[in-house]
């Protein structure tokens, strides 16, 4: 089974940059198409990038398009969310997602997820 975890959070500035990684055990992770969601309290879970197994399909939610890109690199079994000109609604608890079973926006097709990593941003 494979499990993720997240690191790269913290706190940073509007218009700052940040970068998440995603680091999953289990050789079976190139082999998952993975992504990320993000959540603030009082609101359900939404969805901010996927990427295919091998990285050659993106897909990026309507709110960080423009933004955010996301990557992979399956030799190092790691995903990646650069997110740049962050603003304040930007602020929430990013989670890393591995195996859909459909479609990527919707939270419910992802099987595997990790413990989640916090960024906030300020004025």
């Known amino acids: 089974q494979v499990q993720l975890v997240e690191s790269g959070g913290g706190l940073a500035q509007a218009g700052d940059s940040l970068r998440l990684s995603c680091a999953a055990s289990?050789?079976?992770?190139?082999?998952?198409?993975a992504g990320w969601f993000r959540q603030t309290p009082g609101k359900e879970r939404e969805f901010v990038a996927a990427?295919?197994?091998?990285?050659?399909?993106?897909s990026y939610g309507e709110s960080v398009e423009g933004r955010f890109t996301i990557s992979r690199d399956n030799s190092e079994n790691a995903m990646y969310l650069q997110m740049d000109e962050l603003t304040l609604e930007d602020t929430a608890v990013y989670y890393c997602?591995?195996?859909?079973?459909?479609?990527?926006?919707?939270?419910?097709?992802?099987?595997?997820w990790g413990q989640g990593t916090q960024v906030t941003v300020s004025s």
């Open positions: 990427i295919s197994e091998q990285g050659a399909l993106m």
């Open positions: 997602v591995a195996s859909s079973t459909g479609a990527w926006t919707n939270p419910n097709a992802w099987n595997i």
């Open positions: 289990g050789r079976t992770f190139r082999t998952l198409a």
